[in-house]
C-alpha cells in the first residue's frame, strides 16, 4: 500500500522559505503584488532578494502551491506569472512532490519541494536573460509590503511580549496556588497530629498503634455513642439480647426439621421440644 504524502500547508512552507534565505545575505518578502491600487493584477507568493555581490544581486520569484488542482488551474495560463517573474533573474515553483510532475514544468521555472530538514532543489532555475528592471509600479508595490511587514514586525514584537508575560504571569500562579496547597496540607497535617495526641491524653487511646487502627471504626462508634449521651454497656446488653433471642429461633428451628425426618432406628434418642435428649 502507498504511503500517503503529507499534506504541506502554505505557512509551512513559506516557513521554509525564510528559512532557505535567513541570514544577512538574503531579504524576503511575502504576497507581493505587481502595482497597487487599481494597478495590481497578480501577486507574487515570495520574493527573496540576495544582497551580497559575491553570492549575486538576483531576485527570486516564489510561486507556491500546495494541491495538484491548484497547478493543474495554474499550468492552463502559465503566462500569467510574467506580470511579476520578467522583473526577476529566477522563478520558482515551491510544491510538494505529488503537486507536480518534472515534466510540466515551464522551461526556465525551477523547481523546490518542502522536506522535513528544508526545501530540496528539483529542477534548478534558469536565469532569465530577458529580464526586465523594476517599473515604478513595481517599486511602490515593493516598498508598501515592506512598511507592512515593518508594522506588523511591530506587532508581533507587542504580542510576543504579552504572551511572555502572561506566561511567566500563569508560572508565578501556578507556583503560588502549590505553595499554597503544601501550606495547608502541612497545617492540617499538624492540627491532625494534635487531636490525636489529645485525644491520646484523655482517653489512654493511641490512634495510631496498629491495633487500634483495626478498630478505629468501633471507637468511633463509641465514641459517637457517649457524646450521643447513649450508655456503651445498655448497647452491650441490647446486643447479647439480640443474639440469644436469634439463638433460640435458630434451635427451635432445628427441633421441627429434626421432627419432621423419618424415625431412626431402634435406640436412638428422641429429642425433646427443649432440644434435650430424652432416655428411652
Known sequence: MAKKARQWSTDEIEGLLESRYAGGAWAVLFQVPNGTAGGKSRTADALAMGLWPSQGLHLHGHEIKVSRSDWQKEMQDVAKAEAIAHFCHFWWLVAPEHVAKLEEIPPLWGWMVPTGSGLRVRKPAGIRTDRQSPDDHFLAALFRVMVRDINRGASAQEIRKAREDGERAAKEHRAWTAKSQVER??????????????????????????????????????????????????????????????????????????????AGEEGDAPITAAGELRAG
Not at 215 to 244: H, M, N, S, T, Y
Open 185 to 262: 496540607a502541612e497545617r492540617d497535617a499538624r492540627e491532625l497530629r494534635e487531636t490525636i495526641e489529645t485525644f491520646k491524653a484523655a482517653s489512654g487511646i493511641d490512634l495510631r498503634s496498629w491495633e487500634n487502627r483495626l478498630c478505629v471504626r468501633e471507637i468511633a462508634k463509641a465514641v459517637q455513642l457517649i457524646v450521643d449521651g447513649g450508655d456503651p454497656l445498655a448497647a452491650l446488653k441490647g446486643d447479647l439480647e439480640r443474639f440469644v433471642r436469634h439463638a433460640d429461633n435458630l434451635r427451635e428451628a432445628a427441633v421441627t426439621a429434626l421432627a419432621e425426618l423419618p
